[in-house]
């Protein structure tokens, strides 16, 4: 199999047939969020506001909510049409960059030894738990267990976005929202749980005299990363390490991002992050999160429950739920302080961004 070249920054796949496919794949994603997804919300609010005044009360407890919108046909529709999309996504891109496995492993090796920028990782570390338990997104074998994951992870979310992200546009878009640190010094920056680089390397590119690390807990991932970062030319470094553990110097960093880390992660491991993120971001340093809201004691409208329910079980997100329901901006305030309260880039995502 020849390379093909890219689609956006995404690798092709290995046949023209296969890219097709994983298009079909991405116009019915669009369907299902757009069409579905309105549908079952016209529907299921009318049906939540019939059980409601039925009752006499408002409907709370997620099993009951359940029974309510379960057996209505648009949602079992859409909740059929989510699960099935994503896992043709998956298994469309493993298809795919399977054919290439030999090639694109040798294009790992070869990256590994090249520069500019450096990778670290270690093929026997001890995945915690909490993640080699876990296929996120329901991609199989999780984050880690496919040397190719890195790969597949790239591909399976430039349909995820729906295209929104094929130059890793979002990912520019929340590095240029992360605010500077008052004194105007930036010497280091962390992209943490980065993925496959596309924060860490737009940090280079606008800030290019600056040293940028990205650190992730899958070795397919640091690899890919560090991969992409030679061929485009951007000196970034990747290390395989804990996010609660990173082994970096105290005071280290000017800027720490953190794009959708804390909902994939354990309640008492974010804590851990958190104050690890303390730990090694200098005074005066910027720490910008990007994750879901958190809104401890509040109950969720019944349909937003409903959702995160959905989310959390058939999407495996299992810790989600957690995180939302947990006091987030309480363990962030014991640690640090808001840059400002009322600060909201215009990005599709909810945002934090505190100092030390």
């Not at 005044?53 to 009951?64: D, F, N, P, S, V």
């Not at 059929?80 to 294009?107: A, H, N």
């Not at 737009?202 to 030679?230: C, I, N, T």
């Not at 309480?330 to 640090?336: A, D, I, S």
Request: proline content about 7%; aromatic content about 12%.
């Amino acid at each position: 199999m020849s390379d093909r070249g890219y689609l956006g920054t995404t690798p092709l796949g290995a046949e023209r047939d296969d890219d097709a496919y994983l298009d079909f794949v991405e116009g019915a994603r669009v369907f299902t969020l757009t069409g579905l997804s309105d549908a079952m919300r016209r529907r299921g609010e009318a049906a939540i506001a019939e059980a409601e005044q039925a009752l006499g009360r408002k409907l709370t407890a997620i099993e009951e909510i359940k029974a309510v919108l379960d057996p209505i046909p648009v949602v079992a529709s859409r909740n059929r049409f989510s699960r099935t999309v994503q896992e043709m996504m998956w298994q469309g891109v493993i298809d795919t960059y399977r054919k290439r496995e030999p090639e694109l492993l040798r294009e790992l090796a070869l990256a590994d030894r090249l520069g500019p920028g450096s990778v670290e990782y270690d093929p026997n570390f001890p995945y915690p738990d909490y993640f080699s338990r876990v296929d996120f997104h329901i991609q199989p074998g999780g984050y880690f267990a496919d040397p190719l994951a890195g790969y597949i992870y790239h591909y399976g979310t430039k349909v995820f976005y729906t295209g929104r992200n094929n130059n890793d546009d979002i990912h520019r878009e929340l590095v240029e929202a992360t605010p500077t640190p008052e004194d105007g010094r930036i010497e280091r920056i962390l992209d943490l749980a980065c993925g496959v680089g596309q924060a860490a390397t737009w940090f280079k590119e606008r800030f290019p005299q600056a040293e940028v690390w990205g650190l992730d807990l899958s070795a397919p991932m640091v690899r890919y990363a560090h991969k992409r970062a030679v061929d485009l030319g951007l000196e970034v470094h990747f290390t395989q390490r804990l996010a609660e553990d990173t082994k970096f110097p105290d005071n280290y960093f000017d800027i720490v991002f953190v794009y959708l880390l804390f909902h994939e992660v354990p309640w008492p491991v974010s804590q851990q992050i958190v104050r690890e993120v303390h730990r090694i971001l200098r005074p005066g340093g910027v720490f910008a999160i990007f994750d879901f809201p958190s809104r401890p004691g509040q109950q969720l409208p019944p349909l937003a429950a409903y959702a995160r329910s959905f989310d959390s079980h058939d999407n495996s997100e299992p810790y989600a739920t957690e995180f939302v329901q947990a006091d987030f901006h309480g363990e962030l305030r014991r640690h640090f302080r808001y840059l400002n309260e009322n600060w909201r880039p215009e990005i599709w995502i909810p945002n934090r961004v505190a100092i030390k």
